[in-house]
């Protein structure tokens, strides 16, 4: 059956499906761990509710992110036929440019508003990088992606902006001080979440060629680019395991490690299939996976704050 015959233009649906929900645990794992982070650090004293502003702030974002992509990927004619990636909203007729152009512009006013009430738990500052956040989510999709800057904003806004913002926010004011572990695990999470991006641009990279992307994995090569997606998982436990042990959080530890067979055979899968439409079932695992390495750790830095 043809999706497209079944979805009513700028329907209920076609939003839905436009949103891509399946992304969102991307955007709910850094805070999540965040989150945890702070409870290790001042248990029953840290503060929930920007705890939960940082995860709708996120969740709107994410959506707000995918609509930016939508939009402008198909204004630049990049969401063609050759297009190997999941559908796109606009390039289906599922949604009509000018609606989606509206809705990106109003997902990042609902972005702004709800990121304005953690001025009361983070001060003034909290307002520059959420405007950092909001710039970045518009000049990734029109310039920077084309520079091959994706890896480094995903460390950056997938690592330590929602992890250690994150558990700042979280923490009372007579807590606040730098924290080595926290940092670490924000970088670990970024380069755990940046595995998605390296088979993405892994998949795509005869097409961005085309486009003139110079992403990593274009620079790279196809090879190097394999052999990346697995040194980078696998150091993202090196560095997160190596705070947890120096901090005596051994149960954190023992569950990230879980990530550990799960991502080489992923590696596995995707070093068998290599080229086409169907390395997006390692996409989906590796999503499946980043998932599993936030709530697995979650879990853990759990346990080690209550037995301890």
């Not at 979280?170 to 940092?183: K, Q, V």
């Not at 490690?257 to 995707?270: A, D, G, S």
Request: glycine share 8%; net charge positive; charged share 15%.
């Amino acid at each position: 059956m043809n999706i497209n015959k079944t979805i009513k233009t700028n329907s209920a649906k076609a939003w839905l499906l436009a949103a891509r929900p399946k992304t969102l645990t991307g955007a709910a794992v850094p805070v999540l761990l965040g989150a945890m982070s702070a409870y290790l650090k001042a248990g029953n004293e840290i503060r929930l509710l920007p705890i939960v502003f940082c995860f709708l702030f996120a969740f709107v974002m994410q959506i707000d992110a995918n609509f930016v992509n939508d939009y402008f990927d198909f204004r630049k004619g990049n969401d063609n036929e050759k297009r190997l990636g999941p559908k796109r909203a606009c390039a289906q007729g599922w949604i009509t440019p000018a609606k989606m152009k509206c809705a990106l512009y109003l997902t990042t006013l609902l972005a702004c508003l709800i990121g304005l009430p953690l001025i009361f738990f983070g001060g003034w500052i909290t307002i520059l990088v959420g405007l950092v956040c909001v710039v970045f989510c518009f000049l990734y999709t029109t310039h920077l992606s084309y520079k091959g800057m994706g890896d480094v904003l995903v460390l950056v806004f997938f690592g330590l902006v929602p992890v250690y913002g994150t558990y700042l926010l979280a923490l009372p004011h007579s807590a606040l001080s730098f924290s080595a572990e926290p940092f670490a695990l924000a970088l670990a999470c970024g380069f755990v979440i940046d595995t998605l991006l390296i088979v993405n641009n892994f998949r795509d990279i005869e097409n961005d060629i085309e486009a003139g992307k110079r992403t990593l994995a274009v620079r790279l090569g196809l090879e190097r680019t394999l052999w990346l997606y697995l040194f980078v998982g696998l150091f993202a436990i090196l560095l997160s395991g190596f705070a947890f042990i120096l901090a005596g959080h051994y149960f954190a530890f023992s569950f990230s490690l879980c990530y550990i067979p799960l991502h080489i055979k992923t590696f596995n899968t995707m070093k068998a299939i290599r080229k086409g439409k169907a390395l997006n079932k390692v996409l989906g695992k590796t999503a499946a996976n980043i998932t599993a390495y936030g709530v697995a750790t979650a879990i853990g830095m759990l346990l080690d704050m209550v037995l301890r």
